[in-house]
């Protein structure tokens, strides 16, 4: 069992070579996928860890804000926004997501591989209450299937009917509901990803 607490991931992102200040990583693919239809406005990466997500968002016009409870992360996040040059155009903020009461909402609200210590669907849900109306939440997470193995504990796996089904009542829609597998380089070493993607928009 792994807590996924605040020491969790300081220690996780200070020694996460792979994700160190200076080396250029990919944007997660589905990011672009998802938004480039969506009307621009404000988002939040949830999670946003050493930023990828966050300045590929801001790069596209987007007002961002990155909010991840790990120090070293958002150090990352920081120097990179400096490198694209976009130095103080995300604004970023350190804080524990399960207590964290931003006490605002955005257009967008995207989540990428985020563990958290309450699961990951009361995260999710407690996510979507920060979606205005209108506007979408955008989940990525590690799919939870005999055949998906892999690196990932059991708990910070997810299935797709159990995503959707945070989406069944009158107040929002499913958009986009799928599962992808996909290779990727992850610090010198080959890894394979089974995913889960939903996209679902807050009805007006």
């Given at each position: 069992?792994?807590?996924?607490?605040?020491?969790?991931?300081?220690?996780?992102?200070?020694?996460?070579?792979?994700?160190?200040?200076?080396?250029?990583?990919?944007?997660?693919?589905?990011l672009p996928a998802e938004t480039?239809?969506?009307?621009?406005?404000?988002?939040?990466?949830?999670?946003?860890?050493?930023?990828?997500?966050?300045?590929?968002?801001?790069?596209?016009?987007?007002?961002?804000?990155?909010?991840?409870?790990?120090?070293?992360?958002?150090?990352?996040?920081?120097?990179?926004?400096?490198?694209?040059?976009?130095?103080?155009?995300?604004?970023?903020?350190?804080?524990?997501?399960?207590?964290?009461?931003?006490?605002?909402?955005?257009?967008?609200?995207?989540?990428?591989?985020?563990?958290?210590?309450?699961?990951?669907?009361?995260?999710?849900?407690?996510?979507?209450?920060?979606?205005?109306?209108?506007?979408?939440?955008?989940?990525?997470?590690?799919?939870?299937?005999?055949?998906?193995?892999?690196?990932?504990?059991?708990?910070?796996?997810?299935?797709?009917?159990?995503?959707?089904?945070?989406?069944?009542?009158?107040?929002?829609?499913?958009?986009?509901?799928?599962?992808?597998?996909?290779?990727?380089?992850?610090?010198?070493?080959?890894?394979?990803?089974?995913?889960?993607?939903?996209?679902?928009?807050?009805?007006?």
């Open positions: 069992m792994h807590d996924f607490d605040k020491a969790y991931w300081e220690n996780h992102w200070a020694r996460a070579t792979g994700h160190t200040p200076g080396r250029e990583l990919p944007v997660n693919p589905y480039q239809h969506l009307p621009v406005g404000t988002a939040l990466d949830a999670g946003c860890g050493a930023g990828v997500e966050a300045v590929w968002l801001a790069q596209h016009g987007w007002q961002v804000t990155g909010a991840d409870i790990s120090a070293p992360a958002l150090a990352a996040a920081t120097s990179r926004t400096e490198q694209a040059g976009l130095a103080g155009q995300v604004e970023w903020v350190e804080a524990d997501l399960t207590r964290w009461e931003p006490g605002r909402t955005w257009d967008l609200v995207v989540t990428n591989y985020a563990h958290p210590t309450i699961g990951q669907l009361a995260f999710y849900q407690r996510l979507a209450s920060w979606v205005v109306p209108g506007g979408s939440m955008l989940i990525v997470g590690h799919l939870h299937a005999p055949h998906a193995g892999g690196d990932h504990p059991v708990e910070a796996t997810v299935t797709r009917s159990g995503i959707t089904g945070l989406f069944t009542g009158p107040g929002w829609q499913v958009d986009a509901s799928y599962e992808n597998t996909r290779t990727v380089d992850a610090g010198g070493r080959t890894v394979q990803l089974h995913d889960v993607i939903v996209r679902a928009h807050r009805r007006p």
